[in-house]
């Protein structure tokens, strides 16, 4: 049975740092693309981060040089390193496994997320 | 403002059948597959159809997608107070440096 469980969120003051994990099992997140998705309190999704099974790490133009997406497949775990944090960043942060398609010219594009983590809550405030 | 565009809203009764659509553009619906999801509340989103119209193992036939154009459709019958959720339309959108767009949500509200 596929399952993610996020943890590592918490209260944390602007220009804090922050780490989340991801524990994944049932399947290898390093064989998948891997994403972080949140969402701010009553607002809809929003994604964050992917690193893909080759290693290529992708931003959301908001958290670029400020989140730094990893795994660990050792412990089949993944992480969102949150430096420099900012009160709009406070959301529930989900992970989830991404999948791909190619289309006719042989291109590979992101797809559907077909499982998701139970969230953490990071909420960025002094 | 989100990229793709839901109504914020939608209501009928139970065992009614209601449709939430979900509108983008030639960069994004228009030439890539469309995902839905369903956010019961106080949950995470759960996989609801994929490839446009294609239901994940242990979804209810109830539930149907369909794409036309820059457009797609969210349809579900036989409404059930269970039903009630916020549904999310999602996609990739070739013409920006993201993974995956999200359609701002719909509140499903069974009467």
């Known amino acids: 049975e596929v399952q993610l469980v996020e943890t590592g969120g918490g209260l944390i003051q602007p220009g804090g740092s922050l780490r989340l994990s991801c524990a994944a099992s049932g399947f290898t997140v390093s064989s998948n693309y891997m994403s972080w998705v949140r969402q701010a309190p009553g607002k809809g999704l929003e994604w964050v981060s992917v690193?893909?099974?080759?290693?290529?790490?992708y931003y959301a133009d908001s958290v670029k040089g400020r989140f730094t997406i990893s795994r660990d497949n050792s412990k089949n775990t993944l992480y969102l390193q949150m430096n420099s944090l900012r009160a709009e960043d406070t959301a529930v942060y989900y992970c989830a496994r991404g999948t791909y398609y190619y289309d006719s010219s042989g291109y590979q594009h992101p797809n559907y997320f077909d499982y998701w983590g139970q969230g953490t809550l990071v909420t960025v405030s002094s | 403002q989100s990229v793709l565009t839901q109504p914020p809203s939608v209501s009928a009764a139970p065992g009614q059948k209601v449709t939430i659509s979900c509108s983008g553009s030639s960069s994004n619906i228009g030439n890539n597959y469309v995902s839905w999801y369903q956010q019961l509340p106080g949950t995470a989103p759960k996989l609801l159809i994929y490839d446009n119209n294609k239901r994940p193992s242990g979804i209810p036939d109830r539930f149907s997608g369909s794409k036309s154009g820059t457009s797609a459709t969210l349809g579900i019958t036989g409404l059930q107070t269970g039903d009630e959720a916020d549904y999310y339309c999602g996609t990739w959108d070739s013409s920006l440096s993201v993974y995956v767009v999200f359609g701002g949500g719909t509140k499903l509200t069974v009467l």
């Open positions: 690193i893909y099974s080759g290693g290529s790490t």
